[in-house]
């Protein structure tokens, strides 16, 4: 069971950077996808999440408007397109399974696994040049 968030990069503050979560192991199509973020020296921030179906998404207030979460059960992919990026922004991103997003980018465990942390890919780093 693996994940691994790709994407990442340099970009100029304003510009867009799309990232993308692939499985590979397993099927997401049942899971709550998650996006997170940690910069350094920071705690970790819940970014965004959607259903399993993608119907239903949630976003944290500093990415609301800016950032879209999306998914492809049947390219078993999860995609985070991000739009007038800011330096703020800069973080390395992961994605991982069944966390819910509040708006203050907190966030909660519901999946059902043993050890109660669902799977998290490795992350990639995006980086907001002033």
């Known amino acids: 069971v693996q994940l691994q968030a790709f994407g990442g990069g340099l970009v100029q503050s304003g510009g867009s950077r799309t990232l993308s979560c692939a499985a590979c192991?397993?099927?997401?199509?049942?899971?709550?996808m998650s996006w997170f973020r940690q910069a350094p020296g920071k705690a970790r921030e819940g970014v965004s999440c959607?259903?399993?179906?993608?119907?239903?998404?949630y976003y944290s207030d500093s990415v609301k408007g800016r950032f879209t979460i999306s998914r492809d059960n049947a390219k078993n992919t999860v995609s985070l397109q991000m739009h007038n990026l800011k330096p703020e922004d800069t973080a390395v991103y992961y994605c991982?399974?069944?966390?819910?997003?509040?708006?203050?980018?907190?966030?909660?465990?519901?999946?059902?696994?043993?050890?109660?942390?669902?799977?998290w890919g490795r992350g990639t780093q995006v980086t907001v040049s002033s």
């Open positions: 991982a399974t069944d966390y819910l997003i509040t708006e203050d980018g907190s966030y909660l465990y519901i999946g059902d696994d043993n050890a109660g942390k669902g799977s």
């Open positions: 959607i259903s399993s179906n993608g119907n239903t998404t």
């Open positions: 192991g397993f099927s997401l199509e049942n899971y709550v």
